[in-house]
């Protein structure tokens, strides 16, 4: 059968040849094409919006297969639903032990953290079986080595000492790992830093047993020029229920609405407002005069002054952005940043945050060789026909 078959393809005739060639080149030329109006498409912001507003319609909009189902089948789903509502209150149920294992161990947590505290401020001096810490490279040196390294730091140390005064504590501990984190950097401005410098502490505090789910994060200050306040706080309510008009949104706790503190600033010294100076021309006179306007300034401390939610619940736009930020931070301050202070001093923290994105990128390349695999897997695959050569075969 194989003879007989290239026996007819010996017998073509060289213009049909030409024939299919000239097919194949136009059907080439037709997938350029194609592929070249496609990617001048997506190009196009206006296309874009049209095919995004086509795309956010189809949300939440049913498929067509639930109105094909027979009734009796239609039925059962429902108390397939009514069974997903309870597993919903149920799962708050979780949550709300959750919460209580939280309050359970921040009570253990806490003296740790007020060690922290009193090292940061000086009020406490580690011990040196206190301070010592291994560092990976050290693991494959020997006792000897590492006596001789140890030695060699600790002269080095005391000639650091002895050329400057001895800093107490660790000084703008809280303000380095503000700067540290994207999150918080953003929010801080230069006027901002001579203040935060004064911060001691950060405190989460959580809602007494019985009482509706919050939290609180609570600054501690030392004395300073700026303002009167020994602890600046922000509470955050939180829900951890199902909505009765949509159950099956429930995804966990949500924060509700935050409520902040007055700052008592010192006259001259609040870093929220600036003042501003504009001239005015009197439309009969034209006298000109400097009117002096006071106005809101970018601060970190604008934290302190969420905007408040109505009891409608409903917000502008331009609130629902402040205040969806404002969970995010609170959030993250108190899941990230209290609990694991140091790190972010380090930068450590920030590093394994890195490492994350980077084993994303290592999965998408271990995907890549899983196809790359399959197809010379599959018996229907020729690499004689494959366009693209070996990676080590490419030209550079």
């Known amino acids: 059968m194989a003879d007989l078959d290239n026996k007819e393809q010996a017998e073509l005739d060289p213009a049909d040849m030409e024939d299919v060639e000239d097919v194949e080149e136009e059907e080439a030329g037709e997938d350029?094409?194609?592929?070249?109006?496609?990617v001048q498409m997506m190009q196009n912001p206006q296309i874009l919006a049209a095919l995004q507003e086509?795309?956010?319609?189809?949300?939440?909009?049913?498929?067509?297969?639930?109105?094909?189902?027979?009734?009796?089948?239609?039925?059962?789903?429902?108390?397939?639903?009514?069974?997903?509502?309870?597993?919903?209150?149920?799962?708050?149920?979780?949550?709300?032990?959750?919460?209580?294992?939280?309050?359970?161990y921040a009570a253990l947590y806490q003296p740790l953290f007020d060690k922290r505290s009193d090292i940061i401020k000086a009020v406490y001096e580690p011990t040196d079986e206190e301070?010592?810490?291994?560092?990976?490279?050290?693991?494959?040196?020997?006792?000897?080595?590492?006596?001789?390294?140890?030695?060699?730091?600790?002269?080095?140390?005391?000639?650091?000492?002895?050329?400057?005064?001895d800093p107490k504590g660790i000084p703008e501990f809280w303000l380095t790992v503000f700067k540290n984190v994207d999150l918080l950097s953003e929010m801080l401005q230069e006027h901002d830093e001579p203040i935060l410098k004064h911060l001691q502490d950060i405190k989460v505090k959580f809602s007494d047993a019985g009482q509706p789910m919050s939290f609180t994060l609570e600054f501690y200050f030392e004395r300073n020029d700026f303002f009167t306040n020994t602890v600046l706080t922000k509470t955050y309510k939180m829900r951890s229920e199902p909505d009765e008009s949509d159950p099956f949104s429930f995804d966990?706790?949500?924060?509700?609405?935050?409520?902040?503190c007055t700052i008592d600033w010192t006259k001259g010294k609040n870093v929220t407002l600036k003042?501003?100076?504009?001239?005015?021309?009197?439309?009969?006179?034209?006298?000109?005069?400097?009117?002096?306007?006071?106005?809101?300034?970018?601060?970190?401390?604008?934290?302190?002054?969420?905007?408040?939610?109505?009891?409608?619940?409903?917000?502008?736009e331009d609130s629902e952005a402040v205040l969806a930020a404002d969970f995010e931070i609170g959030h993250f301050i108190r899941e990230r940043i209290v609990p694991r202070a140091v790190l972010y001093f380090t930068g450590e923290a920030i590093e394994d945050d890195d490492d994350d994105y980077d084993e994303e990128g290592e999965e998408a390349d271990d995907?890549?060789?899983?196809?790359?695999?399959?197809?010379?897997?599959?018996?229907?695959?020729?690499?004689?026909?494959d366009t693209n050569p070996p990676a080590e075969c490419k030209q550079q």
């Open 131 to 165: 301070c010592e810490w291994k560092q990976e490279d050290e693991e494959e040196l020997t006792v000897s080595k590492q006596d001789e390294m140890k030695e060699k730091a600790k002269l080095e140390d005391e000639k650091k000492d002895e050329e400057k005064e």
């Open 32 to 38: 350029s094409k194609a592929r070249q109006l496609t």
């Open 367 to 385: 995907e890549e060789g899983e196809e790359e695999a399959d197809e010379e897997n599959d018996p229907d695959y020729d690499p004689k026909k």
């Open 275 to 316: 003042t501003i100076k504009k001239k005015q021309k009197h439309k009969g006179r034209g006298t000109v005069r400097t009117v002096t306007k006071t106005v809101p300034n970018d601060s970190f401390f604008n934290f302190f002054s969420p905007p408040e939610v109505p009891e409608n619940g409903e917000l502008d």
């Open 54 to 104: 086509r795309l956010d319609g189809l949300v939440g909009s049913p498929s067509g297969y639930m109105e094909s189902l027979p009734k009796v089948v239609k039925r059962r789903v429902n108390a397939l639903k009514n069974l997903q509502v309870k597993c919903a209150h149920i799962e708050a149920k979780f949550y709300e032990e959750v919460h209580e294992l939280e309050r359970k």
């Open 252 to 260: 966990g706790p949500e924060i509700m609405g935050c409520t902040g």
